[in-house]
T-cell receptor, first 108, second 115 residues
Framework: DAKTTQPNSMESNEEEPVHLPCNHS???????IHWYRQLPSQGPEYVIH???SNVNNRMASLAIAEDRKSSTLILHRATLRDAAVYYC?????????FGTGTRLKVLA | NAGVTQTPKFRVLKTGQSMTLLCAQD?????MYWYRQDPGMGLRLIHY???????AKGEVPDGYNVSRLKKQNFLLGLESAAPSQTSVYFC??????????????FGQGTRLTVV
């Protein structure tokens, strides 16, 4: 399983964009990059995933480096409801390996 | 849809007692998982199942047993609870093992305290 490195915490002002980085230098060629988030006192929820090209959905965008050794989750306009721990999970199998993630604090 | 439902939501056990945590999903998912989350840490995989009647060990299986007698249910058992098993337990399910075509759905968690 690929190892990941994420900042322990980040802060953002409300309604500003947030870029959450993740390094996964040992990722294999077939591993997808998944992002989940965990709101306070809740179970994790899916955010987005991708393989090589950038991906967008209603929640966020995922920018994947050309060498795939890093990726960035982009929240275009952070809201207070986006305050959560964000997990970057490279993987190609069904076993989701969670690290400690990045705790995002959104300031009003 | 209820999604993934965990029962109970809270429980306090005495050391040495046993209990079973129930996870139920109504999405006809093949894969199910049990995780534990200790304060300030990420989730760690305890056991998982790739289909009815099958189970496998994850990262931290010691002290736990599981069963998947029905496709929709995944049970996590503690035969003799220890204070080190105080944690929040999350169940999850996914349609398939191909992570590029599926996402995992998580329950709301069971907060277990062993005294």
């Amino acid at each position: 399983d690929a190892k990941t490195t994420q900042p322990n915490s980040m802060e953002s002002n409300e309604e500003e964009p947030v870029h959450l980085p993740c390094n996964h230098s040992t990722i294999s060629g077939t591993d997808y990059i998944h992002w989940y988030r965990q709101l306070p006192s809740q179970g994790p929820e899916y955010v987005i995933h991708g393989l090589t090209s950038n991906v967008n959905n209603r929640m966020a965008s995922l920018a994947i480096a050309e060498d795939r050794k890093s990726s960035t989750l982009i929240l275009h306009r952070a809201t207070l409801r986006d305050a959560a721990v964000y997990y970057c999970i490279p993987g190609g199998t069904y076993k989701y390996i969670f690290g400690t993630g990045t705790r995002l604090k959104v300031l009003a | 849809n209820a999604g993934v439902t965990q029962t109970p939501k809270f429980r306090v056990l005495k050391t040495g007692q046993s209990m079973t945590l129930l996870c139920a999903q109504d999405m006809n998912h093949e894969y199910m998982y049990w995780y534990r989350q200790d304060p300030g840490m990420g989730l760690r995989l305890i056991h998982y199942s790739v289909g009815e009647g099958t189970t496998a060990k994850g990262e931290v299986p010691d002290g736990y047993n599981v069963s998947r007698l029905k496709k929709q249910n995944f049970l996590l058992g503690l035969e003799s609870a220890a204070p080190s098993q105080t944690s929040v337990y999350f169940c999850a399910s996914s349609y398939s093992g191909e992570t590029h075509t599926t996402e995992a759905f998580f329950g709301q968690g069971t907060r277990l305290t062993v005294v």
